[in-house]
């Protein structure tokens, strides 16, 4: 499993998957339909943050990962 996402795309993951998150745990009225799916793909993006690995790139061959 090697690593194919980069630095700043971890970044954005992180911060986007916990912006997420932290709307799937409010009680906001009226937005009861989407937080469950909110919160799961904001899991998905901080599993994916913090592995540096993402199943969606393979079949595509996108790698922003830079090798040294």
């Known amino acids: ?6 630095g700043m795309d971890r970044l954005i993951r ?3 998957g916990g912006g997420l998150i932290y709307y799937a745990m ?6 009861d ?3 469950v799916p909110a ?3 904001g899991f998905v993006l901080i599993l994916t943050a913090i ?3 993402c199943p969606a790139y393979l ?4 790698k922003t990962y830079k090798t040294k």
Do not use: E, H, L, R
């Open 1 to 6: 499993m090697a690593k194919n996402v980069g």
């Open 14 to 16: 992180a911060v986007v």
């Open 26 to 31: 409010s009680n906001m009225p009226g937005s």
């Open 33 to 35: 339909t989407y937080m």
């Open 39 to 41: 919160g799961i793909v």
């Open 51 to 53: 592995f540096g690995w």
């Open 59 to 62: 079949p595509f061959g996108i």
